[in-house]
């Protein structure tokens, strides 16, 4: 059963990024899957609506994680999320440094690696931030309410929004898919959350139970 639940998780996650990401170049300027797509930022690829989107999730796990504590299912199932994206946040910044890869708008060549500074486009910080966000909910919920599997809309929404922002190529936003699902297991599978382990007493009880 568990397993099941793992599958169905990773391929919820993971499998729509990667089917956008393989759409053929028609346009291509590079070969394989990472090619420049046309600039849009208008609609619902609004760059106000992306940063809204991260900054609404990362404002959310704190707040439900505070407020629940981390002694029910789902105040733990926050502090889960804030650990996966602590994590993947550290990662993520790490390889950015370590591989300096141009951007699409850095040039429009995928294979310009370990070009220095000011040069991050591998993995996207953004999208592997949502994904290492909503996972662990994925992890714990999708069993029971497989609607919770809808979460992994909002990663592949950020992963199209910031390739369509040519901020970022189609295997950035995969790695970066695939790093905050690893982060969101790797969370959800300790018995006890890391930083709240690190906290006082109070963090555990939560907000609404001291007033």
């Known amino acids: 059963m568990w397993s099941s639940c ?18 053929p170049p028609w346009t291509s300027q590079a070969a394989g899957i990472d090619h420049v797509v046309s600039f849009n930022q208008s609609g619902i690829w609004n760059r106000n609506i992306q940063k809204g989107l991260e900054y609404t999730l990362i404002g959310g796990e704190i707040a439900g994680a505070l407020w629940l504590g981390g002694e029910d299912r789902l105040g733990k199932t926050f502090w889960q999320a804030i650990d996966s994206s602590a994590v993947a946040g550290i990662t993520s910044e790490a390889m950015k440094h370590i591989f300096t890869r141009a951007r699409p708008d850095q040039g429009g060549d995928p294979h310009n690696w370990f070009q220095g500074a000011g040069h991050y486009s591998f993995p996207s910080g953004e999208v592997t931030a949502v994904t290492a966000i909503v996972t662990p909910f994925m992890f ?7 609607v919770v599997y ?12 910031r390739v369509k922002s040519q901020a970022h190529w189609q295997t950035d936003v995969v790695a970066s898919v695939a790093l905050g699902t690893l982060t969101g297991f790797l969370a959800h599978a300790r018995d006890s959350p890391f ?11 939560g907000v609404h139970k001291q007033f």
């Not at 919820?12 to 393989?22: E, G, Q, R, S, T």
């Not at 714990?140 to 497989?146: A, I, Q, S, T, W």
Request: with cysteine; charged share 10%.
């Open 195 to 205: 930083i709240l382990s690190a906290l006082p007493r109070g963090f555990m009880i």
């Open 140 to 146: 714990e919920y999708g069993h029971d309410h497989p």
């Open 150 to 161: 809808a979460l992994a809309l909002l990663p592949t929404y950020d992963a199209i929004a």
């Open 6 to 23: 793992v599958c169905n998780t990773w391929c919820a996650a993971v499998f729509p990024c990667l089917a956008f990401a393989l759409i």
